[in-house]
């Protein structure tokens, strides 16, 4: 079973809406990260939360951990074309290797 | 500062040869971990060196060997490939471990 798991899946929307990708662990954690994939590409670090409660803002993308550090969900504000791609959640836990999620692939049509 | 790269962007290889993919970390990065990535299995933790040790590694078989050299550049090795090899292979870099990674373009390898 995955220790981190991202819904939805996949996620398609109208440009200019707003949409929520969530991320819930199995297991408490020690910092989660959010990176944004373009198909075949590297990863591109977004932001990393580590505090229970904290919430991180960068350009139009939010992310926050909820205060049980089990879960943490990446909110895109009035989305564009530049936003598609694959965005995964990375959990650090007690072995300080990097546990990726499942990933959720969004679209954003005109 | 130049980002991670990876060497080569693409191979191709058959079944039972071996290939070796180099990684340049972020100059000032002393952490390096390699990834593998698949549409079945995502994006799977293989390794990770610092200062020219191994920190961690995954759940992988011995045929997935890498290394690291004392200016940070590392390389993953795998020996007699298998059709299930096929895969990005991701490297990233970070100051230290538990530090913040960034990541490479991948090297895209395919089997046949």
């Known amino acids: 079973s995955q220790e981190l798991e991202q819904s939805p899946q996949s996620l398609i929307v109208q440009e200019g809406k707003n949409l929520t990708i969530n991320c819930t662990s199995s297991?408490?954690?020690?910092?989660l990260y959010w990176y944004k994939q373009k198909y075949g590409e590297g990863l591109i670090f977004l932001m990393m939360?580590?505090?229970?409660?904290e919430e991180k803002s960068h350009e139009k993308i939010t992310a926050k951990l909820d205060e049980k550090k089990q879960q943490s969900s990446l909110h895109i504000t009035a989305s564009q074309p530049s936003h598609a791609g694959i965005y995964l959640c990375?959990?650090?836990?007690?072995?300080?290797?990097?546990?990726f999620g499942t990933g959720t692939r969004l679209q954003v049509f005109p | 500062k130049a980002g991670v790269t990876q060497t080569p962007r693409y191979l191709i290889k058959t079944r039972g040869q071996q290939v070796t993919l180099s990684c340049s970390p972020i100059?000032?990065?002393?952490?390096v971990s390699w990834y593998q990535q698949t549409p079945g299995q995502g994006l799977q933790f293989l390794f990770e060196?610092?200062?020219?040790?191994?920190?961690n590694k995954g759940n992988f078989p011995g045929r997935f060997s890498g290394r690291q050299f004392s200016n940070s550049r590392s390389e993953m090795n795998v020996s007699t490939l298998e059709l299930g090899d096929s895969a990005l292979y991701l490297c990233a870099s970070s100051l230290a471990t538990v530090e913040t990674q960034y990541f490479g373009p991948g090297t895209r390898l395919l089997v046949l």
């Open positions: 990375g959990a650090v836990y007690n072995t300080d290797k990097l546990i």
């Open positions: 939360l580590q505090k229970g409660g």
């Open positions: 060196y610092f200062s020219e040790t191994q920190r």
């Open positions: 100059s000032g990065h002393r952490s």
């Open positions: 297991k408490t954690l020690y910092g």
